[in-house]
């Protein structure tokens, strides 16, 4: 069973948050509520604790990451291996409760909006504790291959485009269940008055809306 706790990543200085996260956090919080459902939102020094703690044989290339986003999206995946729940990125605007639709006994991960980018992307992940799909990911994520694309983007390197990777070549073919985009993750559209408009699926429930801040660039 996925266990009903929510994570999130963010630095612990709040004013260093986009406009986005807030509205992200709340609607996390309004539709998740406490206690029914536990929250851990993780800063960085947690992070790189957590994997300190429980996954020393990393920690090494954990630190040698060029920037911390790729610090971020690694420890998300350690996170689900070892405690389960949902993860969400903070841009992630939750528009009701979809813990019903998660499949009780799978890794799952989002579809992207961006085909011609990537399959999947780690904006929006869940998964039961202990779920083999993620040692295929730690797998990955230490290969030789992987290291030399360091320099190259963190979306090949940490990002949706190595859990592609790992999704079409893992060695034991673990099968996950994908999110649909049109309900999880609809495509933005051009931005209108400020407010972006995201493709409508009139005839389709709509659980969340990813508002692509992009932070990783920064």
Do not use: C
């Amino acid at each position: 069973m996925i266990p009903k706790i929510i994570h999130q990543t963010a630095p612990s200085d709040r004013d260093r948050w986009p406009s986005s996260w807030h509205l992200g956090r709340q609607s996390v919080l309004y539709h998740f509520p406490s206690p029914e459902y536990k929250h851990i939102l993780w800063h960085d020094e947690d992070l790189e604790n957590h994997i300190r703690e429980h996954h020393g044989w990393f920690l090494e290339m954990y630190l040698s990451y060029p920037s911390p986003i790729y610090r971020v999206d690694a420890a998300r995946y350690f996170i689900l291996h070892d405690m389960g729940g949902i993860y969400l990125d903070m841009d992630m605007e939750v528009l009701q409760d979809f813990y019903s639709q998660l499949p009780a006994h799978s890794a799952s991960v989002v579809e992207s909006p961006f085909p011609n980018m990537e399959k999947v992307q780690n904006s929006l992940m869940a998964s039961p504790p202990r779920h083999p799909f993620w040692i295929e990911v730690m797998r990955e994520l230490s290969s030789p291959h992987t290291r030399l694309l360091f320099g190259s983007n963190v979306l090949d390197a940490t990002g949706p485009r190595m859990l592609d990777r790992v999704m079409e070549t893992g060695t034991t073919r673990i099968r996950t269940h994908v999110l649909p985009m049109r309900n999880f993750n609809p495509e933005p559209l051009d931005q209108v008055y400020n407010t972006t408009q995201w493709q409508s699926y009139p005839h389709e429930p709509r659980y969340t809306r990813h508002h692509a801040s992009a932070s990783w660039r920064d």
